[in-house]
């Protein structure tokens, strides 16, 4: 009985070593593969990173880039549009210049040369800001239109002006003023008669670089 029950305790102790025995082994295979399939995923996990960093880096690149010419846009559009008024006050100037000469009375241009051009125009620009005397570029508020009452200049206030030069004065604005044109007659028996009146011009006070 002794013999048989020392038996049947070997034979338990040689079962539970073995089981210990796999399941150590598969515990050892579990881990090995569990450090095999982390690693790549660490290695992904860097690669995704950088990719990333790159990806922000190339849309701040590229935004940088979209402002800048958006601004330049912006630019554009406020030249164009001041160039369209200035043309609409010279095409007005036009006009009553010939009805002075239809009525015969040339005298009138000094009086038009002194006028406010806007009082010209059917409408009023919105952006125009109203009369000052001798004022500066922040008399009012950039991009906008005044009239200089000392100098009788209309002046524009430029809002974006990252490419623009400006005249003698260094502000950023641009003086326009009328020029009345007189031209001596070339025919011979009125050589010593006084010049003629021969046109009348809205032009910029300085030469100016814009673009």
């Known amino acids: 009985m002794r013999v048989r029950g020392q038996r049947t305790e070997d034979g338990g102790q040689i079962l539970v070593r073995a089981s210990l025995g796999l399941l150590k082994r598969r515990g050892a295979a579990a881990t090995k593969h569990l450090s095999s399939v982390l690693r790549p995923l660490s290695s992904e996990r860097g690669f995704t990173l950088i990719e990333l960093v790159v990806v922000i880096i190339i849309v701040v690149v590229m935004a940088g880039l979209f402002i800048n010419r958006m601004l330049f846009y912006v630019e554009q559009a406020e030249k164009s549009a001041m160039e369209t008024v200035a043309g609409s006050i010279q095409s007005a100037l036009t006009m009553q210049y010939g009805e002075i000469l239809t009525r015969g009375k040339p005298s009138d241009v000094a009086a038009l040369a002194q006028d406010n051009p806007i009082n010209w125009l059917q409408k009023k620009p919105r952006n125009y800001a109203g009369e000052f005397y001798d004022p500066t570029p922040l008399s009012v508020e950039s991009g906008?239109?005044?009239?200089?009452?000392?100098?009788?200049d209309l002046v524009y206030?430029?809002?974006n002006a990252d490419n623009f030069k400006p005249g003698r004065d260094g502000k950023k604005w641009i003086r326009f003023h009328v020029v009345?044109?007189?031209?001596?007659?070339?025919?011979?028996?009125?050589?010593?008669a006084p010049a003629e009146l021969t046109g009348i011009v809205f032009m910029p006070v300085e030469p100016y670089a814009w673009f």
């Open 180 to 192: 009345v044109s007189h031209e001596l007659s070339r025919l011979p028996s009125l050589q010593d």
């Open 144 to 152: 906008n239109w005044m009239f200089d009452l000392k100098t009788r």
């Open 157 to 159: 206030v430029l809002r």
